[in-house]
């Protein structure tokens, strides 16, 4: 549908970007947010460097990764092995609060209006900042959940109080046996609720969230409406990259606005109705504000 020559503005001085998203803001009838790991890692989730090193430099002695991305997909040789390192992983990235007030800035942004989030992040902070649950769809998972690894079923299962215990209870980078969690259906072990293949589980909760978020789109698809992209890749960018180009051009009173550090660009064709803000997240939501 759309060129392969793109468009993209503002690597220094972004003023005037951030002067005509606070009138789209101002006018705009729904925001969609579609939000992607660079809002995360701007709020302080990063994977690597001190943060890593605060967390992890024990399992980067030993097993010789250098980041936590890479550490969850390290060969461990026993579940008591993996299940210290996935703990801990869990722990800092689900459990503990965000370094800086990024989730909490866009909630401010946008409380007032009618919005609905779609992200393709697993680590909760949306809830934890205060938006509605109902106005929420992660698409791709949660760190707080845990799935059959067969699946036996559509069930999850929180993870909250075993991964505390986990955390707690874990010695030499080994977790004790008895903690290894298992499907209290068919007993079968458990593993993370997150898309990696076909295996994962979309269970109710995620079925009535996708029907919501379905529902929101086509009760207002000809509103004046703000897609706000926020630190979205090119992993996944059919989850929301390329819906949101393609909801712009079907909608001539729809604004696209992509924030993002070093990869704030637009198809040419859906130009005159986007704004592009190469920037920090948290730093740009803190002008708009």
């Not at 949660?142 to 929180?158: M, N, W």
């Amino acid at each position: 549908m759309f060129s392969k020559i793109w468009t993209t503005e503002s690597t220094k001085s972004c003023s005037k970007q951030i002067g005509q998203l606070k009138e789209v803001l101002s006018y705009a009838d729904t925001i969609v947010i579609g939000a992607g790991a660079g809002l995360s890692a701007s709020a302080g989730f990063v994977y690597t460097g001190e943060r890593f090193n605060k967390y992890f430099s024990d399992f980067e002695a030993k097993y010789g990764f250098h980041d936590m991305y890479s550490g969850g997909f390290y060969p461990y040789s026993t579940p008591e092995e993996h299940w210290a390192y996935w703990s801990r992983y869990i722990y800092v990235n689900r459990y503990m609060d965000a370094p800086k007030p990024v989730y909490q800035e866009l909630l401010e942004l946008v409380k007032e209006k009618d919005y609905f989030v779609i992200t393709t992040n697993v680590d909760h902070q949306f809830q934890k900042a205060g938006f509605d649950k109902k106005r929420l769809f992660y698409t791709q998972g949660d760190y707080g959940l845990f799935q059959c690894s067969v699946p036996c079923g559509i069930d999850t299962y929180e993870n909250e109080d075993i991964i505390r215990r986990m955390m707690n209870e874990q010695k030499d980078m080994k977790i004790p046996t008895e903690l290894i969690p298992k499907c209290p259906k068919c007993g079968k072990p458990l593993t993370m609720n997150l898309r990696s293949d076909d295996k994962f589980v979309e269970d109710g909760g995620w079925i009535k969230a996708a029907e919501r978020y379905e529902n929101f789109l086509r009760t207002r698809k000809n509103q004046k409406v703000l897609l706000l992209e926020l630190g979205v890749g090119y992993n996944t960018p059919v989850i929301i990259k390329y819906p949101f180009w393609q909801m712009t051009a079907k909608n001539s009173k729809a604004t696209y606005a992509c924030i993002n550090s070093g990869e704030a660009i637009c198809p040419k064709e859906i130009e005159k109705q986007s704004i592009c803000i190469d920037g920090d997240i948290g730093e740009i939501l803190k002008n708009l504000r």
